[in-house]
């Protein structure tokens, strides 16, 4: 699996092979070289890339980011990324997504919710080319599903799916049975995969539109 232009992996004291992005950092992340170490044990999508799917992401690409909490993953994705626009709407992370921001001319950040995509379909542009999720909230196939619009015909999905967001109680496996039929209604599903041990109870989803 290549990774996207602007991600390598890098030697981080004795640590070799780490995901790494080059950029200002922006959560007292260790930087080597001006290479910022990126930790899959913070970050659903570095997760992914660990993982070994292919999430389609390319350096330079239009990204909706939703969920974007207080800006620890989407701080790499507009490293490398073309216009990044971050989606939270949490009053406080938003604070922290500013300050990551500042050193970012292609984040913008959106104190907005990612289940009203009306409220910000002013501001983002049509067509990106990928949409990154990670939304801790109910109905988690239906933001994906509402957010489609913005997606580009040839765009990708990459999402972090959480179980117990969705229901406490109920098995993980049948959970992400079910968000993956709900999304089977606007996307095709390329790859999926549980992301243990970075991430208890999430799973990974790589879809298209349909």
Request: aromatic share 8%; no cysteine.
């Given at each position: 699996?290549?990774?996207?232009?602007?991600?390598?992996?890098?030697?981080?004291?004795?640590?070799?092979?780490?995901l790494a992005t080059r950029g200002e950092p922006a959560y007292g992340?260790?930087?080597?070289?001006?290479?910022?170490?990126?930790?899959?044990?913070?970050?659903?999508?570095?997760?992914?890339?660990?993982?070994?799917?292919?999430t389609g992401l390319s350096g330079g690409d239009a990204v909706l980011?939703?969920?974007?909490?207080?800006?620890?993953?989407?701080?790499?994705?507009?490293?490398?990324?073309?216009?990044?626009?971050?989606?939270?709407?949490?009053?406080?992370?938003?604070?922290?997504?500013?300050?990551?921001?500042?050193?970012?001319?292609?984040?913008?950040?959106?104190?907005?919710?990612?289940?009203?995509?009306?409220?910000?379909?002013?501001?983002?542009?049509?067509?990106?080319?990928?949409?990154?999720?990670?939304?801790?909230?109910?109905?988690?196939?239906?933001?994906?599903?509402?957010?489609?619009?913005?997606?580009?015909?040839?765009?990708?999905?990459?999402?972090?799916?959480?179980?117990?967001?969705?229901?406490?109680?109920?098995?993980?496996?049948?959970?992400?049975?079910?968000?993956?039929?709900?999304?089977?209604?606007?996307?095709?599903?390329?790859?999926?995969?549980?992301?243990?041990?970075?991430?208890?109870?999430?799973?990974?989803?790589?879809?298209?539109?349909?």
């Open positions: 699996m290549s990774l996207p232009a602007g991600v390598q992996r890098r030697s981080f004291g004795d640590e070799d092979g780490v992340e260790p930087v080597v070289d001006g290479w910022r170490r990126w930790d899959a044990h913070r970050s659903k999508l570095g997760a992914t890339f660990e993982l070994g799917l292919d980011y939703l969920g974007a909490a207080n800006g620890t993953t989407v701080s790499h994705v507009a490293d490398f990324a073309g216009p990044t626009y971050a989606v939270e709407f949490a009053p406080r992370p938003v604070t922290d997504l500013l300050s990551v921001a500042d050193s970012r001319e292609r984040l913008f950040p959106l104190l907005k919710d990612a289940r009203a995509p009306e409220t910000y379909a002013h501001v983002v542009e049509s067509g990106v080319d990928a949409i990154v999720q990670d939304v801790a909230t109910r109905g988690q196939a239906d933001v994906a599903l509402s957010n489609r619009q913005f997606l580009a015909d040839d765009g990708r999905l990459v999402a972090a799916l959480k179980a117990r967001s969705e229901d406490v109680t109920a098995d993980p496996a049948a959970v992400f049975e079910d968000l993956l039929g709900r999304l089977r209604d606007g996307y095709e599903v390329r790859a999926t995969a549980r992301m243990d041990p970075f991430h208890e109870d999430h799973l990974a989803v790589v879809a298209t539109p349909r």
